[in-house]
Structures are given as C-alpha cells and as structure tokens.
C-alpha cells in the first residue's frame, strides 16, 4: 500500500487542522496509525485506529484533542486536531500496521510526512 498525507500548515495556538492521508493499492485493511517527529526527537505514537474504526488509542498528550477516523470506502484516514499547541508542532506521518502497536516499527507502510507548525 502507498501512503499520502496532507493538510499540514501552519496554525496559530488554539487552531485546528485535520490531517488526511490516502491509501492506493489493492487493500486497506490494515491498522492505521498517525505518528509525530519533531526535530531532534524520536518519532512518536499519535493515534491509531483498526480496520473497522471501532477501536482507536491515543497517547495522552492529545487526548481530547485529536480524533483518528478513517473512510474504508475513499482508503483515507485522517486526523482532526483541535486545540493546538506550539509542542504538537512536528512532522506529521501516516502509517499502516497489522495491529493497534504504539512501536513506529511495527509499521510497514509510511506516508511521505505532513509538517505541522504551531505558533504561540
């Protein structure tokens, strides 16, 4: 599967942006996750989501504030943030797994990155 995201920008503090990420390929049933980089730091878990949308994790950080979802019939998942803050500024990645892992390496599939800026 090959991965695109986008929506990224750059958003004042309390701002809202929802990420979109696109699959093409034969299928689509996989775990989804979002996953965050920010310069100088490890990449790190943001959300996931299963196959069928009914189950999803969130780090702590975002409870609250970010919603995984995913459109199994478009191949698109996508990441409504709200309420942001200068710490969610980040690279911003979509991914595909076999399960809900919080372990960036336990995904196969990477999108290409979406940079989220968020000024004070």
């Known amino acids: 599967v090959q991965l695109q995201a986008s929506g990224g920008g750059l958003v004042q503090a309390g701002g809202s942006l929802r990420l979109s990420c696109a699959a093409s390929?034969?299928?689509?049933?996989?775990?989804m996750g979002w996953f965050r980089q920010a310069p100088g730091k490890e990449r790190e878990f943001v959300a996931a989501?299963?196959?069928?949308?009914?189950?999803?994790d969130y780090t702590d950080s975002v409870k609250g504030r970010f919603t995984i979802s995913r459109d199994n019939a478009k191949k698109a998942v996508y990441l409504q943030m709200n309420s942001l803050k200068p710490g969610d500024t980040a690279v911003y990645y979509c991914?595909?797994?076999?399960?809900?892992?919080?372990?960036?390496?336990?995904?196969?599939?990477w999108g290409q990155g979406t940079q989220v800026t968020v000024s004070s």
């Open positions: 989501i299963n196959w069928g949308g009914g189950t999803t």
């Open positions: 390929g034969r299928t689509f049933a996989y775990v």
């Open positions: 991914a595909a797994g076999g399960a809900l892992y919080r372990d960036f390496q336990r995904y196969g599939y």
